[in-house]
């Protein structure tokens, strides 16, 4: 069984962001790229598929400028055995993306699309879904536990009232959920050695896809600022303030 | 650790350990004098340019002998400086003085951000075929059997609190070397202990250092005039403590601005966080603030000691370049072009020599590096004779070109801090603060510093009993002022019992209480590779 993993290059989680000025979106100049952290979650969890004889090869694919190869080769490093980059240099939206992994899973035949449940630059949290639909394939979506069996992934989900089990035929589109596992750390060789493993190009139109995006951004703003509190007297005083902001 | 721990082996011809601007240029030299050496640069940042933090004036000499072409495609902030000017503040005044200092005089230098020319000289290094690997710090130095040294260790990741080994436990692993090149920066962890290991500072003086805070703003239109450099003297800091503010005008309608403060302050209570950002409060500008908004901060130590603190800077199968070992231009406040050129002397030397650091040294020392150092050696140890007393001594040793025929000696920092009970100049007449940001806390957000909660704590104090037993009596405990992360905090246990919390997660890897701690018994290590500030045009 093949697995496609889906990675995306966003801002490092660490990295403090900053809205442009004029509001066209949060400025990117010089700042830390990583991969997305439920991308690296999704990996991890495909690499120990392998690991456990469940999956004979990963496959790390990315959609995005070329600079997306930086991110590629932290997941040949980490363990990915090929990665494909998709160059596209402008954004693309989840609908677009989707589209992507279908083409090339119909090339590559995959047993599983594994892709993190969203990604922490837009929060879309849509292309695992409509990979499914488009594909027309099972979906197991916010994965915090994979077994596999067989034909059969069980998936467990965690939700609002507990944890959720669902069975799904493979082939199937998953996607994971922050506690599905903790990503390895890269070892230093393992750099070295990625830098060697085959990392394929081809672009939107050699998949025939279509570039269209359905979307637009109107503008990009940067949260209120948080009011200063104030010290009230006593527990009257304070009860009297929540009741005339209405918040008792 | 038992002995039992498999470890991967790299072998390189070169090592070098910090991708700042001398372990960079290093590099970036060694290829281009051979391309078919193999050069690993390891950088403990998660990426290069992370834990860079510089004013950044900079003389572009050194850059235009590396990297001939750079001009046309210069780093990402790169400003032509336009005018100097320089001011002594009172707490309500501010008198600008009718020319700066000679040393000042910045005409033909760049306002840079140091992290981001680094980080725009890192893809440079790499297409020269330089291995580059940010997020793995050199944790340990190896010796072979004739105790030379042989390259370095990588930090284990995955280690708890405890000790323990956690589920993704990996290894470091030992990176071989023909030859090490240490450009860890000021204070450098590995090469702190090098130095007393092979005596390198045996016949010079003590090392001294300051502390460099430092911020990023963006303000209103209009306010910023690219180009324009400002430094301040005197308030909020007292005579008797040498430093002073920096302004720096970038384009964009952006300002750079810090302060500097000698760490031989005597003062046992003085706080650096609070001095800076009572400069921002002077109504030199206040105003110029208000209404902007901070993009972001940190803190780093620089070298203050000069040619007569400077170790041996090679040892048997290693050298040192930059600031560890502390080729830093006091007077000129400016240790990007020395620290630069070292790194390129060592790279020429090496490369002529087999790899081989003997006589490293002495090339150094009779080098234009060595010779700027050596003429305004007297400038900065005649500050402890006050602000104006210094000041004239500076003017003296200008005038005579630093061909004085005396030296005068620098002392160790920590032993520079009076008791409570002998100093009696605090500085209180503080004014009351309305700019961002309002505490160490909040400034620690805006330098994005980042710590695993679960390692081991990477502040070792020898004897902590010592911070409730006599370091409160003698120094009101200092630590928990000149960190400007708030990283030591003297907390009370449920049973009113006083104890010092290391708040390790915040540490900004400025190694101040390295060198300030009164009693010389904490030590920085380094933390999980990759941990640590991520600055951004800093």
């Known amino acids: 069984m093949k697995i496609l993993v889906g990675i995306k290059r966003t801002v490092d989680p660490n990295v403090r962001i900053q809205v442009k000025a004029d509001g066209s979106g949060v400025a990117l100049e010089s700042v830390k790229m990583s991969v997305n952290p439920f991308d690296e979650i999704a990996l991890e969890e495909a690499l120990r598929m392998r690991e456990a004889g469940k999956a004979e090869e990963v496959i790390a694919v990315s959609v995005g400028s070329g600079e997306c190869q930086d991110q590629l080769r932290t997941a040949l490093a980490m363990g990915a055995?090929?990665?494909?980059?998709?160059?596209?240099?402008?954004?693309?939206?989840?609908?677009?993306?989707?589209?992507?992994?279908?083409?090339?899973?119909?090339?590559?035949?995959?047993?599983?699309?594994?892709?993190?449940?969203?990604?922490?630059?837009?929060?879309?949290?849509?292309?695992a879904q409509m990979t499914a639909a488009l594909w027309n394939r099972a979906q197991?979506?916010?994965?915090?536990?994979?077994?596999?069996?067989?034909?059969?992934?069980?998936?467990?989900?965690?939700?609002?009232?507990?944890?959720?089990?669902?069975?799904?035929?493979?082939?199937?589109?998953?996607?994971?959920?922050?506690?599905?596992?903790?990503?390895?750390?890269?070892k230093l060789p393992d750099i070295m050695k990625a830098k060697r493993k085959p990392l394929a190009k081809t672009d939107l139109s050699e998949l025939g896809v279509a570039t269209e995006n359905k979307l637009k951004v109107l503008k990009t703003s940067p949260p209120p600022a948080r009011k200063p509190g104030r010290k009230v007297a006593d527990e009257a005083e304070l009860i009297g303030e929540l009741r005339k902001t209405g918040l008792i | 650790?038992?002995?039992?721990?498999?470890?991967?082996?790299?072998?390189?011809?070169?090592?070098?350990?910090?991708?700042?601007?001398?372990?960079?240029?290093c590099a970036i030299r060694l290829k281009q004098l051979d391309p078919e050496r193999s050069v690993c640069l390891l950088e403990k940042g998660s990426y290069v340019g992370a834990h860079i933090l510089a004013g950044a004036v900079i003389e572009p000499e050194p850059l235009d002998e590396l990297l001939p072409g750079w001009r046309?495609?210069?780093?990402?902030?790169?400003?032509?400086?336009?005018?100097?000017?320089?001011?002594?503040?009172?707490?309500?005044?501010?008198?600008?003085?009718?020319?700066?200092?000679?040393?000042?005089?910045?005409?033909?230098?760049?306002?840079?951000?140091?992290?981001?020319m680094c980080q725009w000289l890192a893809p440079q290094a790499e297409d020269l075929g330089v291995e580059i690997y940010p997020g793995f710090a050199a944790a340990e130095t190896l010796f072979n059997e004739q105790g030379q040294v042989m390259g370095v260790r990588t930090g284990?990741?995955?280690?708890?609190?405890?000790?323990?080994?956690?589920?993704?436990?990996?290894?470091?692993?030992?990176?071989?070397?023909?030859?090490?090149?240490?450009?860890?920066?000021?204070?450098?962890?590995?090469?702190?202990?090098?130095?007393?290991?092979?005596?390198?500072?045996?016949?010079?003086?003590p090392q001294t250092y300051g502390i460099g805070l430092k911020e990023l703003w963006q303000l209103p239109e209009g306010r910023v005039q690219p180009g324009l450099v400002q430094h301040t003297l005197g308030w909020p800091l007292p005579a008797d403590t040498y430093g002073g503010g920096f302004i720096y005008h970038l384009d964009q309608d952006r300002v750079a601005l810090g302060f500097v403060i000698g760490l031989d302050y005597p003062d046992p209570n003085l706080f650096p966080f609070e001095c800076f950002q009572q400069l921002k409060h002077h109504p030199l500008l206040h105003d110029f603030l208000e209404g902007g908004t901070i993009i972001s901060s940190g803190t780093r130590t620089l070298v203050e000691g000069g040619w007569q603190s400077m170790p041996i800077m090679e040892m048997p199968g290693a050298l040192m370049v930059g600031d560890c070992g502390g080729t830093l231009n006091v007077p000129k406040i400016k240790g990007t072009h020395t620290a630069m050129r070292s790194a390129m002397i060592a790279a020429e030397h090496l490369h002529e020599n087999a790899l081989n650091p003997v006589g490293y040294d002495s090339m150094l020392r009779s080098s234009a590096v060595s010779r700027e150092l050596k003429k305004v050696r007297n400038i900065r140890p005649g500050f402890r004779w006050g602000l104006w007393g210094g000041l004239v001594n500076a003017g003296f040793e200008t005038v005579t070109m630093g061909l004085s025929p005396w030296t005068l000696?620098?002392?160790?920092?920590?032993?520079?801090?009076?008791?409570?009970?002998?100093?009696?100049?605090?500085?209180?007449?503080?004014?009351?603060?309305?700019?961002?940001?309002?505490?160490?806390?909040?400034?620690?957000?805006?330098?994005?510093?980042?710590?695993?909660?679960?390692?081991?704590?990477?502040?070792?104090?020898?004897?902590?009993?010592?911070?409730?037993?006599?370091?409160?009596?003698?120094?009101?405990?200092?630590?928990?002022?000149?960190?400007?992360?708030?990283?030591?905090?003297?907390?009370?246990?449920?049973?009113?019992?006083?104890?010092?919390?290391?708040?390790?997660?915040?540490?900004?890897h400025c190694k101040t209480c390295d060198i300030k701690d009164p009693y010389g018994i904490i030590t920085w290590v380094t933390p999980e590779g990759g941990a640590g500030p991520n600055y951004q045009n800093l």
Not at chain 2, 2 to 24: F, T, W
Not at chain 2, 161 to 190: M, N, Q, W
Request: aromatic share 6%; hydrophobic share 35%.
């Open chain 1, 81 to 127: 055995d090929r990665a494909i980059l998709v160059q596209h240099d402008e954004p693309l939206e989840a609908l677009v993306v989707a589209q992507v992994f279908v083409a090339i899973a119909a090339k590559e035949e995959p047993g599983i699309i594994l892709l993190g449940k969203q990604a922490i630059d837009d929060d879309a949290g849509q292309t």
């Open chain 2, 72 to 116: 046309d495609n210069p780093p990402p902030i790169c400003i032509p400086v336009e005018k100097d000017d320089f001011y002594y503040l009172t707490r309500n005044k501010q008198f600008r003085s009718p020319m700066a200092p000679p040393q000042m005089n910045n005409h033909g230098n760049y306002i840079v951000s140091l992290s981001a």
């Open chain 2, 409 to 508: 000696t620098n002392h160790a920092d920590h032993t520079a801090t009076k008791k409570l009970s002998e100093y009696h100049g605090s500085t209180t007449d503080y004014r009351d603060r309305d700019l961002a940001p309002k505490d160490r806390l909040a400034s620690v957000y805006y330098a994005a510093t980042e710590h695993d909660e679960d390692q081991p704590v990477h502040l070792h104090v020898l004897d902590p009993e010592v911070c409730i037993s006599t370091c409160v009596e003698e120094y009101n405990n200092p630590c928990t002022r000149f960190c400007p992360a708030n990283v030591y905090e003297m907390v009370e246990d449920q049973n009113y019992e006083r104890h010092l919390q290391i708040n390790s997660a915040n540490c900004v």
């Open chain 2, 1 to 25: 650790m038992s002995e039992a721990i498999e470890r991967d082996v790299m072998e390189y011809d070169v090592v070098v350990v910090g991708a700042g601007p001398a372990g960079l240029a």
């Open chain 2, 156 to 205: 284990d990741m995955g280690i708890a609190k405890d000790g323990s080994s956690k589920s993704g436990y990996t290894p470091g692993v030992d990176i071989h070397a023909k030859a090490t090149v240490f450009a860890e920066g000021c204070r450098g962890s590995l090469t702190k202990a090098l130095i007393r290991h092979f005596e390198l500072d045996k016949d010079v003086a």
């Open chain 1, 140 to 186: 197991a979506t916010y994965a915090s536990k994979i077994e596999i069996e067989g034909t059969k992934a069980r998936v467990t989900r965690e939700i609002d009232v507990g944890l959720d089990i669902i069975e799904v035929d493979l082939p199937a589109v998953i996607s994971a959920d922050l506690r599905l596992n903790e990503p390895r750390y890269v």
